[in-house]
């Protein structure tokens, strides 16, 4: 049977947690351990990555990438952006847009067969 606990144990238990409770800095320096970095920087290298991606794949704005990670400031998006790539997040889409240049790994001919992509890649052999 389930046990429902009444609001004066909750509040028990928040008033005096057990001790196998963990500190947030101790939860900080066990991630900063295993990680090798702060969770805060952890969480911009991921939403930073996630801009990179959009602004490589989509033609989704600056400001409409900015809020999807979570800058609802465009000013501190572009900053945050320009200090971990070093470019504008303009510049980063104008010369890592798959638009004009698609990587060949990623783009598929429809009609070409398993067979065909071997045969290219052995010089001299035929995919028949």
Do not use: M
């Amino acid at each position: 049977f389930a046990h429902f606990r009444s609001k004066s144990e909750i509040g028990s238990e928040l008033e005096n947690p057990p001790s196998y409770y963990f500190t947030l800095p101790y939860l900080t320096h066990l991630f900063q351990e295993r990680l090798h970095t702060t969770p805060k920087a952890y969480i911009q290298e991921r939403r930073l990555s996630e801009a990179a991606r959009l602004l490589r794949t989509t033609s989704l704005s600056v400001q409409e990438i900015g809020e999807r990670i979570g800058y609802p400031n465009p000013f501190s998006f572009s900053r945050s952006f320009k200090e971990r790539y070093d470019v504008s997040p303009k510049l980063y889409r104008n010369r890592n847009s798959g638009i004009n240049s698609p990587d060949p790994v990623d783009v598929e001919d429809e009609n070409s067969s398993p067979d065909a992509k071997a045969a290219d890649a052995v010089p001299g052999a035929s995919s028949e």
